[in-house]
């Protein structure tokens, strides 16, 4: 003992060389083994002591209630935080899913207990042990880097295989003496005294300081940045670190380039060629004009088109149209001179009738009605609103329609005629074909004869009203 | 930890002439200390630890080579192409996430089933799921394709405006997954603490000092401590008990909740836990064999360890054996025409290499535990849970590529093949996963110290 005593002193003044005696912090007593320590401990607790504790490096049983431990409030930790876990699941869940972003996904509801079950049950446990780990380690009072403890060479075996019982000096029985005689009388193997520790040596290395405050400062950079950016809204395109999808190297229809001496970037069709699928050999039925006649071959289509799209006299003056809509007298149109078709170069079935009934139905029949007369929906609407760039389509039972070749109505429905537009695009040609057969139907049917009826049907025409 | 060890409830006992001691050679608390210890304070490891560390960490080197490569080209390196679109990453995704845990099965249930045998293999397996995790966690995270939108899988706020779909089996997972893995983080740094505290105060370095110091958070041992160590290590077992649980049964739903044929089975959550089990246990034998010999362990992973593990892989491959049973019998039992072609097909299917090749490793393999050599040979044991291992990785195989590769409509049925990016990928994250055990059992305390010592029969409760 007299030994382990005189070595504490050594280190008293090794570490204190100034004579400015620190205040005495506690008094250690070390023991060889768990049971000389329990009995030490029994000792001591009934001795009265109530500022003391014992160090093993693993947990001694039966000294919990010698110390008078209450039992921990750790579980109520483990318990609120477990219920919070769940909660904020549940509500989080709730307001992304079924409030502030609803989506449909296979008809599921947007929020149900049983699919918010699995991510709750995650939560409730992730809260509960964080709140578990954390709240040992606060009750604990860790983490805490210095302790008087630590200056004794000795208590540093407190984690390997030395058990220690320490009694502190704010013990209100406390005295040197007494806890002297007290652990000699519980044959503890070694007895020092612990001194409180002097402020400097309890700091941090002086390297941890300064990394703190900078940690701190660099990490208000990106919140600072953030509340800068949200204070300051911009027309600009939102910054993209990596422009993903956003941003193609492509050109969009309708743009600009500097790559293309034209600037265009929508590409004309290079001089000579054809596109695929669009080799139009037959100009019966691709042009509604004969194939092989010389006239066919000099004609430029792209010489017809402006023709078509500027001739009549309905572009200039609205205002007469409006009111009279089939002008008279039209002018000559270079077009009639051009060898259109008479016949169909389809064949004409009732099947090919019916598609183009349909057809007509529901390309046609909006603007010209469904028997041809110009009063279709969408004429009328605009009549009826005063529409002044309306123009009334023809009826198709004017005379100037019914004596036009088909092969000329074909070129008007295809590429447009003075205000209407072609529908080349949006129908394919053979139904062109078979809504202008069904045009023709409408025609005949404002000039026929009883003759022309089969004569099955022609019981069926009483209903009609008489004329 | 033994406080809740009482005599009514032990059952492993020691009973001098019945069983083998947990620790052998007569270790003390000062020579379980120092024999612990010393492998982290050696100045320079064994050799075999160099070869291995040389070996895994080049192999780490491929992985993040190839990861680099699939981030800047895309996930059509892989092999994954209709009509399977799943493919190795979740494969491995699951076998990794199984072989986990193992870890959270002896750190907690075997805990709370008061087994005093955990005690010197419970660090080991804990890290072990730590490491299984991370590799896991790799495959999906690279899966995404873009990467570095993946915060778009948890619940910010970002500059598109919208949530993720709480109602996806996939997000259950992302949130099971992270759970586990902070869990099992928080775990283990907690079981370390006491360690720390006694690496510090050996630690003859300032470094150490201040590294172990740090990670030790100032911990004395002091009984008042300890009385809220015990209830945190109670109370964190009885959480991951379940969690270990819910995170299997999770990543079974990622497939159970689908209606693929095969997939779409209420037997896949118990079936996947019992498989993780199973596998997790055969990885820590074969890592707890060698490196018992290496740092020498012997006596603190005794025979009598390996061969309740061996026990435990038996009758969880036994339980396995069981399910591809009773998958085979719900199949036929359903009257579902497509759950049994699906069944069929896997058997004989152009997949039956892979099927046959899942029953032989993984339902008689683990049979040879019957008889008593195998269960205390270590070096039996290593090859037959190396064949677990393997059929394993194939049983998740068998399940994610059959029932995709050959579902509803015959006209896109397809067959999968892995590219060398799939091939070099899995044997990297075998990399991966050893260095960071290898790290671990340089500098870490591999042996949880004080539990152990809590086990020794001389620090037993005096009355």
Not at chain 2, 114 to 124: D, E, K, V
Not at chain 2, 434 to 458: D, N, Q, W
Request: net charge neutral; charged share 15%.
């Amino acid at each position: 003992m007299s030994a382990s005593n005189a070595i504490t002193e050594k280190r008293e003044k090794e570490h204190h060389p100034v004579a400015a005696q620190p205040a005495l912090s506690a008094m250690i007593a070390e023991f060889p083994t768990a049971g000389s320590v329990l009995a030490a401990a029994t000792r001591v607790s009934e001795a009265g002591w109530s500022d003391w504790d014992v160090h093993s490096p693993f947990p001694v049983h039966g000294i919990d209630s010698l110390l008078r431990i209450r039992s921990t409030k750790l579980p109520w930790f483990t318990l609120t935080a477990g219920l919070v876990g769940i909660v904020v699941a549940f509500v989080m869940q709730w307001w992304m899913n079924a409030v502030d972003y609803p989506f449909w996904i296979s008809g599921k509801p947007f929020f149900a207990l049983e699919a918010a079950a699995p991510i709750a049950f995650e939560m409730m446990i992730l809260f509960a042990a964080i709140a578990t780990i954390g709240g040992m380690i606060l009750l604990n009072r860790l983490p805490r880097f210095s302790n008087p403890l630590f200056a004794s060479e000795r208590f540093l075996r407190a984690t390997s295989d030395r058990f220690f019982i320490v009694i502190s000096a704010n013990d209100p029985k406390f005295d040197h003496d007494r806890v002297m005689q007290l652990f000699q009388e519980c044959s503890a193997t070694a007895i020092e005294t612990c001194l409180a520790i002097d402020a400097r040596e309890g700091r941090w290395p002086s390297l941890v300081t300064p990394i703190i405050v900078v940690a701190g400062v660099l990490a208000l950079v990106p919140p600072a940045l953030i509340a800068q950016k949200r204070s300051n809204p911009t027309d600009l395109p939102r910054f993209h670190v990596i422009t993903d999808m956003d941003f193609q190297p492509k050109f969009k229809p309708q743009r600009t380039s500097r790559l293309f001496a034209d600037g265009r970037v929508m590409r004309p069709q290079s001089a000579g060629t054809i596109a695929r699928g669009e080799i139009q050999l037959d100009s019966r039925l691709h042009q509604g004009m004969e194939y092989g006649s010389r006239e066919v071959a000099a004609i430029d289509r792209l010489n017809v088109l402006p023709i078509s799209a500027q001739g009549g006299p309905s572009v200039t003056s609205n205002e007469g149209v409006q009111k009279n809509p089939m002008p008279a007298v039209p002018p000559p149109d270079p077009l009639d001179a051009l060898p259109w078709v008479k016949e169909f170069p389809i064949s004409v079935t009732l099947k090919t009738m019916k598609r183009g009934q349909e057809r007509y139905n529901i390309y046609c029949s909006s603007c010209h009605g469904l028997a041809g007369d110009g009063d279709g929906l969408v004429t009328r609407r605009a009549l009826d609103l005063e529409q002044g760039t309306w123009i009334k389509p023809t009826s198709f039972h004017a005379e100037n329609v019914r004596n036009q070749p088909v092969g000329q109505l074909f070129h008007s429905v295809t590429n447009g005629v003075r205000k209407m537009p072609g529908y080349g695009d949006l129908i394919p040609v053979e139904d062109r074909w078979a809504i202008l057969l069904y045009l023709r139907a409408l025609q005949q049917s404002r000039r026929a004869d009883l003759q022309d009826v089969p004569t099955e049907l022609i019981p069926s025409l009483q209903d009609l009203p008489k004329e | 930890m033994s406080a809740l060890i009482n005599d009514l409830m032990n059952n492993t006992h020691e009973v001098p002439g019945k069983r083998a001691s947990l620790v052998l050679g007569g270790l003390n608390n000062s020579s379980i200390t120092d024999r612990v210890c010393e492998i982290a304070e050696a100045p320079t490891p064994p050799r075999a630890w160099y070869i291995a560390f040389a070996v895994s960490s080049s192999l780490t080197l491929m992985l993040f080579g190839l990861v680099g490569y699939l981030i800047f080209t895309g996930v059509g390196v892989w092999g994954n192409n209709a009509p399977v679109f799943w493919a190795w990453d979740i494969v491995n995704f699951v076998f990794w996430v199984g072989i986990g845990h193992a870890g959270t099965l002896i750190s907690a249930i075997l805990f709370l089933f008061r087994q005093n045998w955990r005690t010197s293999i419970n660090r080991f397996a804990e890290a072990m799921t730590i490491f299984a995790v991370i590799c896991a966690g790799l495959f999906p995270t690279v899966h995404v394709g873009r990467i570095w939108v993946i915060y778009w899988l948890l619940p910010l706020p970002n500059q598109n405006a919208i949530w993720p779909n709480f109602r996806s089996p996939l997000l259950w997972d992302v949130f099971a997954v992270t759970t586990y893995a902070t869990v099992s983080m928080l775990f283990w740094y907690m079981g370390m603490i006491p360690d720390f505290a006694t690496f510090r105060d050996r630690a003859k370095t300032r470094n150490r000092q201040m590294i172990f110091g740090t990670l030790a958070l100032g911990w004395t041992g002091s009984a008042r401590q300890w009385h809220r160590y015990e209830k945190a290590y109670l109370l964190m077992a009885a959480l991951a008990t379940p969690l270990v649980i819910s995170v299997h049964t999770v990543v079974s739903f990622d497939f159970a909740v689908s209606q693929v044929p095969g997939w779409h089975t209420t037997i896949f959550p118990p079936y996947f836990v019992a498989g993780a089990v199973f596998s997790g246990f055969a990885m820590v034998v074969t890592l707890m064999v060698p490196a018992r010999e290496f740092f020498g362990l012997r006596e603190l992973v005794t025979l009598r360890h390996l061969e309740n593990m061996t026990k435990i892989i038996l009758l969880t491959g036994t339980m396995v054996g069981y399910a591809y049973a009773m998958e085979f019998f719900t199949a036929w039992y359903s009257g579902n025409r497509y759950e049994q072609f699906a069944f069929m097909n896997r058997a004989f299917g152009p997949y039956a290499w892979a099927y046959w090749t899942m029953v032989t490793c993984n339902v008689i393999s683990p049979q040879f535990f019957w008889f008593k050599k195998f269960r205390t040979t270590p070096w039996l044991m290593v090859i037959v849970c190396i064949f677990v291992n393997i059929g394993m990785w194939f049983e998740r195989f068998v399940i994610t590529v059959t029932s995709l590769s050959r579902d509803f409509l015959p006209s896109s049925w397809g067959y999968y093949q892995p590219t060398f990016v799939d091939i070099g990928m899995l044997i990297g994250s075998f990399g991966l996963f050893f260095t960071l055990f290898l790290l671990f059992c340089r500098y870490m305390p591999i042996v949880a110290i004080s539990e152990v010592k809590s086990i020794l029969p001389e620090n037993q409760n005096p009355h």
